[in-house]
């Protein structure tokens, strides 16, 4: 298994923020059907103020890339990727089209 944590920011609205934290409290089933069939196990999100961390757990052969051209496909997924644009904002690091950006491990405790 493979862990991934990744950042992405909200717009810093609290009436958008509270609209984002409902879509997920139950999100659509083919958005999760298409999670899960890319390969992702288990999958978090945690919120600070207006700054997002994902933790993915997956199985070892997951591939951004095969996730991302399946989510290109899919236009359910397109259709809730756009809903979710209307409440997201990239990193400052994050280039065009970028959201979720992959976090480097700096520290473990074993």
């Not at 059907?33 to 919120?47: A, C």
């Not at 951004?64 to 259709?79: A, L």
């Amino acid at each position: 298994m493979k862990r991934y944590c990744l950042a992405l920011d909200l717009k810093d609205d609290p009436t958008l923020i509270r609209e984002y934290e409902k879509y997920h409290e139950k999100i659509w089933p083919e958005i999760e059907k298409s999670i899960k069939d890319s390969g992702i196990i288990n999958m978090e999100i945690y919120r600070i103020e207006n700054r997002m961390f994902m933790i993915m757990e997956t199985v070892d052969h997951f591939s951004f890339e095969k996730k991302s051209i399946s989510d290109f496909e899919n236009s359910k997924v397109q259709e809730w990727e756009k809903l979710m644009w209307n409440y997201q904002q990239a990193l400052p690091s994050a280039q065009s089209g970028e959201k979720w950006l992959l976090m480097t491990n700096i520290f473990k405790l074993y």
